[in-house]
């Protein structure tokens, strides 16, 4: 999937994808995509009820071995 930046969280535990894909997305503009690379599983629960509460468009994960991609698009500011 396209992604027009991306915040490596390889080896963070949670919440701290959360907490750094926070401050990353305050500094790109609405409309574009985020790629997390995290190794913590709970990602995948996590970013979709982050994206839920904050009013930003979760657009999916992928697996790859032990790590986890999830896509996020900005809506709001």
């Known amino acids: 999937m396209f992604a027009d930046e991306t915040l490596d969280c390889?080896?963070?535990l949670c919440p701290m994808p959360i907490i750094q894909t926070a401050k990353k997305i305050k500094g790109m503009q609405r409309g574009q995509v985020l790629e997390v690379v995290s190794t913590d599983a709970g990602i995948k629960e996590d970013m979709p009820a982050w994206c839920r509460q904050t009013g930003q468009e979760?657009?999916?994960?992928?697996?790859?071995?032990?790590t986890y991609k999830v896509y996020v698009k900005k809506i709001k500011d």
Do not use: P, W
């Open 10 to 12: 390889y080896g963070l």
């Open 58 to 66: 979760y657009l999916g994960a992928e697996e790859e071995g032990d």
